[in-house]
């Protein structure tokens, strides 16, 4: 792990934790740890910027929830903080990952998302992302029930 510097390595914890299954971190640790040899050999590029560029395409200011008033529910943006958008950011990369019914390893998986993502091709996460997008977008006139 001393191959990463700090912030590689709070981005890299973050990750991880989110793929850690009952408890097995050193398995999930094999998968982070082949996902990046695997897209560091395809970018040629240090981890810092591969993972600086990855959260920077996903990263979303917007979250859409739903609010209930007066018998009615109503979808309203809120400005999200940014522990919040790293969590969503993995989120759309481990939804995307599972969705993919694929018959190859997951880090292979991980690893090809990942390289969608930075090279805006189209797959799950960016159209996740979308998606959020455009539901802020169009409701955006319910702002004012978020008080």
């Not at 969705?99 to 090809?112: E, H, T």
Request: aromatic residues 12%; contains cysteine.
């Amino acid at each position: 792990m001393s191959k990463y510097n700090k912030i590689d390595k709070s981005f890299y914890d973050l990750i991880l934790g989110f793929f850690v299954k009952k408890g097995n971190k050193v398995k999930a640790k094999k998968i982070l740890d082949e996902t990046f040899f695997i897209i560091q050999k395809e970018t040629n590029k240090p981890l810092s910027i591969l993972i600086g560029s990855l959260f920077y395409r996903l990263f979303t200011v917007v979250e859409v929830r739903k609010i209930s008033t007066k018998k009615r529910s109503h979808f309203v943006p809120f400005i999200i903080n940014p522990k919040r958008r790293v969590y969503l950011t993995i989120k759309w990369l481990k939804e995307a990952v599972l969705k993919d019914k694929r018959k190859v390893s997951l880090s292979q998986k991980l690893a090809s998302e990942i390289l969608c993502v930075l090279a805006n091709k189209p797959c799950h996460s960016l159209e996740l992302k979308k998606n959020n997008q455009t539901q802020a977008f169009s409701n955006r006139s319910n702002i004012y029930y978020r008080w």
